[in-house]
């Protein structure tokens, strides 16, 4: 069995950026397509990458298969995908292969995977969050650039119009609006306006290289609750991300 | 070659999670501890751990004191840690003034909220500066900033011996977070346990835990 992707570098991105806090995950292939679920072992995030069928330009499937890996033995291989490789991926029950081709010449690599009863399964989060904000391709890239050196917490608040995102530092406090009217922010959708949502910086910037290379931006966020981040790509790709909140004393 | 002594104050493993936090104060001449470092004072985090452990080795060997305050995790749960400084900054420099001929200049990292009146009162002729980044522009800091991480680092050795490796103790640590969730709700007495960390790492009843949908282990 084997499936091929166009675009090895969004691989290369998603690895590498999981693999900064998270040692193992697993990817299930079924009939409907490819997803990649890792949480970190704080049980803070949990990310989930996908890509439907049709989002691959060959899929070769039958059944449901289960791969465990390792994080960062993926991450290592996938770091030599260069801009026009296009990836395979094929399986035994022992071992993946991921394929790079590009201008007809194909790399290979082979790792073992982990046995299923090593790896946690991963539960499905419950989750009615009540503001919705999509954001303008790199927006949320710019704007976690911009404010990561300045504080380990995050601030979330925002209206019907607008998304403020803010670090207070012991010394500076950064704050980056997103506006409807102004820029920034596609569309807004908001049940609970004045909330204020605080979440640990680090998680964002984990993150970053996908949000970079995302089409747009979905962050949906409430206070106490943790925020649905979901980085859109081309060919129905996605990736959905869950922080926890912070708790402050 | 004059008497008078410099003094300056750091601490190691304020930060972490896991361990003892150690305050230490080192007292020498001036040019004697410069010399040490040939002009070239780092911050001592960007020191290999080797090169670390040989300048701690020298400075024990060329300092006149060495004040050590060590505060393990029971005292720094009951504390505000920047107050828990500022007591063991007092204690560190009325000790070097009990013991010392006399003290030209008192150089501290920066501790946040901390008044240097009880000091003035101490050395009343003295020069005290308190400065963030103190120990990468004090010679006097650097050493005890050393010092400080040197003592750190045994005691986290010894703590791995009994414990486990549990990686640098600090939040951001993978090794750490995996250690303290393994750890369950059975922390042992070297956690502390008042810090924020631990409700972050979901130990406190935070993290995604509590969003999990029960009964089902998958979403596909």
Partial sequence: MRITFSNARLWRYVMASVGKFIDTGYILINENGLTFKAMDPSKTALIIFEIPKEGFMEFDVEGEHKLPLSIEDTAKILRTAEKDDVLSIEWSSESITFVFERRGVPRSFTIPLYAESAIEEIPELELEIPNKYVIYAAGLYDAINSLEDVSEVLAVSGDEQKLV???????ATAEITLDTERGGLEEAQVENPGFRALYSMEYFSYLKSPMKMADRSILEVDEGLPCRLTLEYSVGARIVYYVAPRVEE | MGKCL???????????????????????REEIIKSIFEGNV????????RRRDELAQVILEHAEFVVINRFPPKVIDSWNLNRLLGWGLTKI????????????????????GVSLAPLKQLLPGSRIVMEAGADSRYAVVAAASIIAKFLRERHVDAL?????????????DPRTRSWLIRSGSDLPPIVRRSWKTLKRLGLGGGGLTKFFKSGRSDES
Wanted: contains cysteine.
């Fill in chain 1, 165 to 171: 995102l803010t670090a207070e530092g012991d010394i």
């Fill in chain 2, 6 to 28: 410099v003094l300056g104050v750091d601490e190691a493993g304020r930060g972490p999670v896991i361990g003892d936090m150690f305050q230490v104060g080192v007292a020498a």
């Fill in chain 2, 160 to 172: 791995h011996a009994v414990y486990g490796d549990f990686g640098s103790g600090y939040p951001s």
């Fill in chain 2, 42 to 49: 780092r911050d001592s985090k960007k020191l290999s751990p």
């Fill in chain 2, 93 to 112: 420099v009325a000790t070097v003034e009990t013991i010392a001929p006399c003290v030209d200049a008192v150089f501290i990292d920066e501790i946040k």
